[in-house]
């Protein structure tokens, strides 16, 4: 038996992705967006309504977004909780910033997998942006140079409890497991 939930946004797992950006002044912000995901070959989409962010975005056209991760958590909900127009939040969260070295957006240097990009375009809360490159922290390279998942502990939201969780423990093999049903 199954049971309707009704309409309900029940969506799952969603991404933990730091924005961050600068203002006209050159001072760094990230806030937290949960709505992302792929939009097409090397293009990322987010949902944004009005904050600080969009109006940097609007402003520079640049920006980074890294993955959060269990070490970050709690900075992360915090980069979600109050607007850069209140409160210095890179100050407060004592992150260490670095410009990023393709654009003109800043790089938190406690978020290991970073992406940066340029804004393709922005219209109805819709942001879709090209990635120009990713870098990672060395530390969490494994033995080929690719970002390790684990080591690295990234987070996804879980909107139905409210929580963020690590990502779990690999299962299978895509693009494979499924070849010989
Ligand atoms: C878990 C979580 C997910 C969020 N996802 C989004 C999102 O996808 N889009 C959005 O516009 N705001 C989202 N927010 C809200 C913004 O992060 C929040 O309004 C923030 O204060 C904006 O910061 P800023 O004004 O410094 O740019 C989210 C907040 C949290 C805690």
Not at 15 to 33: F, R, S, W
Request: aromatic share 8%.
């Amino acid at each position: 038996m199954r049971k309707d939930l009704g309409k309900e946004l029940m969506f799952m797992p969603l991404p933990v992705l730091m924005i961050g950006t600068y203002d006209g002044n050159g001072k760094a912000n990230v806030m937290n967006a949960a709505w992302g995901g792929v939009y097409d070959y090397g293009q990322i989409i987010i949902s944004l309504s009005k904050h600080k962010t969009t109006d940097n975005l609007e402003l520079k056209k640049e920006f980074t977004v890294s993955f959060a991760t269990k070490d970050t958590e709690k900075i992360s909900d915090y980069f979600g909780m109050v607007s850069g127009n209140k409160e210095d939040k890179i100050e407060k969260s004592g992150v260490h910033v670095s410009k990023a070295p393709h654009v003109d957006a800043p790089i938190i240097e406690e978020y290991p997998l970073t992406l940066e990009c340029k804004v393709i375009s922005f219209e109805d809360g819709s942001l879709i942006g090209e990635i120009v490159n990713v870098s990672c922290d060395e530390a969490y390279l494994d033995e080929n140079g690719k970002p390790d998942v684990d080591k690295m502990g990234i987070i996804a939201f879980d909107m139905v409890s409210n929580s963020y969780r690590v990502l779990g423990d690999v299962v299978g093999k895509a693009f494979s497991d499924g070849s010989n049903i």
